[in-house]
Nanobody
Framework: QVQLVESGGGLVQPGGSLRLSCAAS????????QSWVRQAPGKGLEWVSG???????GYADSVKGRFTISRDNAKNTLYLQMNGLQPGDTALYYC?????????WGQGTQVSVSS
């Protein structure tokens, strides 16, 4: 049974940093593509970043240069390092199994950026 459990969200001031974690079970992180997707209050889903099984990565233009996706195969965990956070980054962040085609979602972790 596939499960994705996000953690690491919180309240941070503009310019601050957070690292989100997504602990996976039921599949091997290093084999499958995964993504981070966010949903800001009152808005639709926005793809943030993804990593393929071969390790290649992609980022939305809005986060490029500020966010870094990575994974630890030994811990079967996906990460999203977020630096230079801005109020526009406030959202519920979801971890997914899959990139173009997503078949599992986590429950999400809230990130709030405010002074």
């Amino acid at each position: 049974q596939v499960q994705l459990v996000e953690s690491g969200g919180g309240l941070v001031q503009p310019g601050g940093s957070l690292r989100l974690s997504c602990a996976a079970s039921g599949f091997t992180v290093g084999v499958y593509a995964q993504s981070w997707v966010r949903q800001a209050p009152g808005k639709g889903l926005e793809w943030v970043s993804g990593i393929h099984g071969d390790g290649s990565t992609g980022y939305a233009d809005s986060v490029k240069g500020r966010f870094t996706i990575s994974r630890d195969n030994a811990k079967n965990t996906l990460y999203l390092q977020m630096n230079g956070l801005q109020p526009g980054d406030t959202a519920l962040y979801y971890c997914t199994k899959g990139w173009n085609e997503v078949d599992y979602w986590g429950q999400g972790t809230q990130v709030s950026v405010s002074s």
